[in-house]
Antibody, heavy 117, light 107 residues
Framework: QVQLVEFGGGVVQPGRSLRLSCAASGFTFSSYAMHWVRQAPGKGLEWVAR????????YYADSVQGRFTISRDNSKNTLYLHMSRLRVGDTSVYYC??????????WGQGTLVTVSS | DIRMTQSPSSLSASVGARVTITCRAS??????LAWFQQKPGRAPKLLLY???TLESGVPSRFSGSGSGTDYTLTITSLQPDDFATYYCHQYSSTAWTFGQGTKVEIK
């Protein structure tokens, strides 16, 4: 079955950078688009970014465009989210999720990013 | 971006009750609509997609309907395991968006 494990979260100061990773197993990772979705404490879900199966197409939410970069390494079955110029408002649990014709059938457990001075 | 507006934002209901949650899109999303259930501290779980197709393993008391801009999630007989927050989600455009959520609480 689909297994997604995120790591790399933690506490970071405003303006700094952080890279999240998502290790995938249980499916053919290189055949599927992947997403990042975040959830601020006590708030709803916000889609962040999506990358095509081969990394050739990337889409971003307006709130992170120009600051966050989604990427993948299909040889390592790993998805990444590089976050720069972090803001207090980026504080959230970040989930990776499996894409495809029907997206979000599989989710990771999430990793918490706290942006605070 | 397509804005998704859910109502109500929260509701209280008893076990066995019929519950209806609505979701309105800011433009026609042509049934590119999914529903998720989320429990505290857990990742969301896909319930339905294509507005009305039940995901494998999801109980048949969950159903979805709608078209165009207006969609509905119905739980026909609320069970203790159903108390959670529910989100609609549109995948009609490449700026995927979610509704703000509906929290279903025990009455």
């Amino acid at each position: 079955q689909v297994q997604l494990v995120e790591f790399g979260g933690g506490v970071v100061q405003p303006g700094r950078s952080l890279r999240l990773s998502c290790a995938a197993s249980g499916f053919t990772f290189s055949s599927y688009a992947m997403h990042w979705v975040r959830q601020a404490p006590g708030k709803g879900l916000e889609w962040v970014a999506r990358i095509s199966y081969d990394g050739s197409n990337k889409y971003y939410a307006d709130s992170v465009q120009g600051r966050f970069t989604i990427s993948r390494d299909n040889s390592k079955n790993t998805l990444y989210l590089h976050m720069s110029r972090l803001r207090v408002g980026d504080t959230s649990v970040y989930y990776c999720a499996k894409g495809g014709v029907i997206s979000f059938r599989g989710w990771g457990q999430g990793t918490l990013v706290t942006v605070s001075s | 971006d397509i804005r998704m507006t859910q109502s109500p934002s929260s509701l209280s209901a008893s076990v066995g009750a019929r519950v209806t949650i609505t979701c309105r899109a800011s433009q026609d999303i042509s049934n590119s609509l999914a529903w998720f259930q989320q429990k505290p501290g857990r990742a969301p779980k896909l319930l339905l997609y294509g507005a009305s197709t039940l995901e494998s393993g999801v109980p048949s008391r969950f159903s979805g309907s709608g078209s165009g801009t207006d969609y509905t999630l119905t739980i026909t007989s609320l069970q203790p395991d159903d108390f959670a927050t529910y989100y609609c989600h549109q995948y009609s455009s490449t700026a995927w968006t979610f509704g703000q959520g509906t929290k279903v609480e025990i009455k």
